[in-house]
């Protein structure tokens, strides 16, 4: 598959990828990017009770040469995932671990994230026959192009029609 965005790729429909879905050297983009604001720094601050003074003290960050107080680092790793999700592991049924997540370049109140993401590695799973293992590269650009993060991650992908039923059972027992 060339690298298209999300949306043209999503061939899959509404349910997503599953582990047959998913070719060694595919790329694509995922799709709405992510505009980050300073209340995304602060949430994640209140929610994690990270208060290392470089993101969220201004002063501070400028005194350490920062043209701004910086997005969390570990913000822009998860987002650098997340953003995949609807393309890459809606259909998982566990997430295995990530073998790297680096920061490449700061990432500032106003950027854009917008994430690629490469099929690295795939195979069926030993143990769990309705399954198989799927490794991406995730890849975090700003709105300038600049690489800002990246990750590589691992998730036990379900194979089509061995997924638990996601959506209510209705009459005659189909999907709505």
């Not at 949306?7 to 429909?13: I, K």
């Not at 043209?67 to 295995?96: E, G, K, W």
Request: charged fraction near 25%; hydrophobic fraction near 35%; charge should be positive.
């Amino acid at each position: 598959m060339a690298a298209v965005a999300g949306p043209s790729w999503a061939a899959w429909g509404e349910e997503g990828p599953y582990f047959e879905d998913f070719r060694v050297g595919d790329r694509f983009w995922s799709w709405p990017c992510k505009t980050l604001r300073e209340s995304d720094n602060t949430l994640w601050t209140a929610v994690t009770g990270d208060s290392t003074p470089l993101y969220v003290d201004k002063e501070y960050a400028g005194r350490a040469g920062h043209r701004d107080t910086p997005i969390h680092p570990v913000l822009v790793l998860a987002l650098t995932a997340s953003l995949a999700v609807r393309y890459t592991s809606i259909n998982s049924m566990a997430f295995l671990g990530a073998e790297y997540m680096r920061i490449h370049k700061p990432v500032y109140p106003g950027d854009t994230l917008c994430v690629e993401t490469e099929v690295a590695y795939k195979r069926e799973s030993r143990s769990r026959p309705d399954t198989g293992i799927v490794v991406w590269v995730h890849r975090a650009y700003s709105q300038s192009g600049e690489l800002v993060a990246e990750v590589k991650r691992a998730n036990l992908v379900y194979r089509r029609g061995r997924a638990p039923r996601w959506w209510p059972v209705g009459e005659g027992g189909g999907k709505p």
